[in-house]
Structures are given as C-alpha cells and as structure tokens.
C-alpha cells in the first residue's frame, strides 16, 4: 500500500521561490525512484524533475537550474524547490513514486505562478 500527499502549492509571484512535498506512506521508501511531475493548464502531464535511491537526480530543460529535487529518506519524503518562478511554471504538481511493484501517484497540489 502506497500513500502520497504533496503540500505547499500557492500563488506567487513571477520571480519568486516556493517549496513543494510530498510525504509517502511505503515501505522501503529509500528504493523508489521519487518524482515530481506537473499538468498545466490546457496540456498534457509533464515530468519536471526525478531522483533516485542513491541521489541521481533528473530535470527537464524547462527547470533545470531553477528547480531542485531532494529526499529524505528518514522522514520519507521529497522536496521541490523551485526558484526563479515562471508564468509558465503554473500547474497542477503531482508527486510520483516507482518500485519494484508498481507506480504511484499523489494527489496534486496547484501552483499559480502570477502578478
């Protein structure tokens, strides 16, 4: 049985910080691969940024340099911290996990990014 529950999505300003989580209920946390994924208005689910057990982060080209993914695999949870907000950084972020026996999904938290 597999739980995620992300917070920490608001409104903010364009050029402004923000800190998402999500926190997982799994066991055997520390061997999922974590991710962050977003679904702006009007498209399609997008990958924004994943890790893996050992550390081995992943961005795409839209946040890398802004966004940093990071676990604590004590507390069983990961963080966003995304800097340097865009506009188009407005969606819908949802938190994902893969292990061995399945892939799993949070339920969303939405970040607007506007003046």
């Known amino acids: 049985q597999v739980q995620l529950v992300e917070s920490g999505g608001c409104l903010v300003q364009p050029g402004g910080s923000l800190r998402l989580s999500c926190a997982a209920s799994v066991s055997m946390f520390r061997w999922y691969v974590m991710g962050w994924y977003r679904q702006p208005p009007g498209k399609q689910r997008e990958l924004v940024a994943t890790?893996?057990?050992?550390?081995?982060?992943n961005y795409a080209d839209s946040v890398k340099g802004r966004f940093t993914i990071s676990r604590d695999n004590g507390k069983n949870t990961i963080d966003l911290q995304m800097n340097s907000l865009k506009p188009e950084d407005t969606a819908v972020y949802y938190c994902?996990?893969?292990?061995?026996?399945?892939?799993?999904w949070g339920q969303g938290t939405q970040v607007t990014v506007s003046s």
């Open positions: 994902n996990a893969q292990g061995i026996g399945g892939l799993y």
């Open positions: 890790i893996g057990p050992g550390g081995n982060t």
